[in-house]
């Protein structure tokens, strides 16, 4: 016992428990709980990115076991940075939305082999290593305006609150209003979702510790006990199959070295440019919010030491290039960790153990359903709107660009959207409330770059992404 003590003791020495007011019962319960929300990427990644990548003499369904070991494999390169260099409970992984610029706009639409995708990428971490080093990745960052830092939180709340109901089938597109309330009631999906929801908010109000976990596991097991039990069919609350992992990567890591062969410049460079730009204010927009919803945030709204998790995902998005995955990015689920108290880095350590443990399990974390893991978005985009009470509403500055970046993230399911509407609007506004000489040089630069940029991409030089 006293080792085990002893080992615990330097644990909180080396995390600052004490200065963070946590342990490590709260930091191992945060870290599960965040892999857990996360988990959903080592399927769905494989799955976005096979429809992209062919390989000689191999099944799509063996190339996608390779994607999802190459997926768990970049995690964990950027979560240990993460921890053991940040020191903060925050998890990455290979970011959504990117994962399908990749595979069907840069190699299906545009016809760029998938080994100068990689090649793309890996660029960009190298890229972003060397801004985050330099220290002009913070210095960048600290320019946002205030109402948009603080409007973040809210925003990416939310984009969760809206991403979990429709992958829990409790919302469902609609050609006359966008979204509409689904057939609840005649959707099991939805019925044995909305049940966990239920459950989860029950043991979130009553201060249950882990209530999200419980929420999830419960939900999961509910699902396949009804299967085994003949209520559904096979492939409605549980997934169909679960097959065996390939664990031989070799033909996939390392590929992006073939990709800086005959690349064409321009298309190459506009690429990249897409890829570093949607990434860099994606990771700026979801740090930052996670930041403020953990009270990590000074009072000017910046995070201190925002370099070194800056860093995790630069070195996280370099290794997945180089083993064969999309670009890593800090994960709006590392929210649900923070909420069930995490603080440090002995979270993100957490999370990195639960990745790499899944390298042995990989059909195991494919048994937990979407829905399930979906349900623990809802929960804490509801709390995160908590944000919107530190945005000063009187001023038409902050009332304008805070309101457009909470809105514009869930409208248009994209976090670097939502902050472009934010950063263009509070220098105009501004200048038009006479308050000009308040704006930061900066500020108008930033302004003006999401401007040229997305009249790039509508011009039609870059693809949608």
Not at 15 to 28: A, V
Not at 70 to 81: E, H, M, N, Q
Not at 366 to 379: F, H, M, Q, R, T
């Amino acid at each position: 016992m006293a080792g085990s003590s002893g080992g615990r003791s330097r644990l909180g020495e080396y995390f600052g428990f004490d200065e963070h007011e946590t342990d490590l019962r709260t930091e191992l319960i945060a870290g599960v709980t965040t892999f857990l929300t996360m988990s959903y990427i080592i399927v769905v990644n494989p799955t976005i990115l096979a429809e992209a990548i062919a390989i000689e003499g191999y099944s799509q369904g063996e190339i996608e076991q390779m994607i999802a070991i190459a997926t768990i494999v970049s995690s964990v390169a950027a979560i240990l940075v993460m921890a053991l260099y940040a020191n903060r409970p925050f998890g990455l992984a290979p970011g959504m939305g990117l994962n399908a610029y990749f595979a069907f706009t840069v190699v299906i639409v545009l016809g760029v082999p998938w080994q100068t995708a990689l090649a793309a990428v890996f660029v960009e971490g190298i890229l972003f290593m060397v801004l985050t080093a330099v220290g002009a990745r913070r210095y960048v960052i600290e320019l946002f305006p205030e109402p948009v830092k603080f409007a973040v939180g809210a925003g990416i709340g939310l984009f969760l609150l809206l991403l979990g109901l429709t992958e829990m089938n409790v919302v469902a597109a609609s050609e006359s209003t966008l979204v509409q309330l689904n057939d609840v009631a005649a959707d099991p999906v939805a019925l044995l979702a909305l049940s966990g929801l239920m459950l989860t908010f029950v043991l979130y109000a009553r201060g249950t510790t882990g209530a999200i976990v419980v929420g999830i596991l419960t939900t999961a097991l509910a699902g396949w006990a009804l299967t085994f039990a003949g209520v559904v069919d096979r492939g409605v609350l549980a997934p169909t199959d679960i097959s065996g992992a390939q664990y031989d990567i070799t033909p996939l890591a390392g590929a992006f070295l073939d990709g800086f062969s005959g690349i064409e410049p321009a298309t190459f460079l506009l690429v990249v440019f897409t890829f570093f730009f949607v990434d860099f204010f994606d990771t700026a927009g979801t740090l930052v919010g996670v930041s403020q919803f953990g009270g990590f945030l000074d009072e000017e709204g910046n995070l201190p030491e925002m370099e070194k998790p800056l860093m995790a995902d630069a070195v996280g998005t370099t290794v997945g290039a180089m083993v064969g995955t999309s670009t890593v990015t800090t994960y709006i689920e590392s929210s649900t960790g923070i909420e069930e108290g995490g603080r440090t880095g002995m979270t993100a350590l957490t999370v990195a153990a639960c990745f790499a443990l899944s390298l042995a399990a990989v059909p195991l974390i494919a048994a937990i359903p979407n829905y399930a893991s979906y349900l623990a978005l809802v929960v804490v985009g509801i709390i995160m709107l908590q944000g919107v009470r530190d945005i000063d509403w009187d001023h038409p500055a902050w009332l304008i660009s805070g309101g457009l970046t909470i809105t514009v993230m869930p409208l248009t399911a994209s976090i670097a959207d939502g902050l472009a509407a934010g950063i263009i609007t509070y220098p105009v506004i501004k200048a038009a409330t006479g308050e000009a000489d308040d704006v930061h040089p900066g500020q108008w630069a930033l302004a003006a770059a999401f401007v040229v940029y997305y009249y790039v991409s509508a011009g039609g030089v870059i693809g949608g992404s």
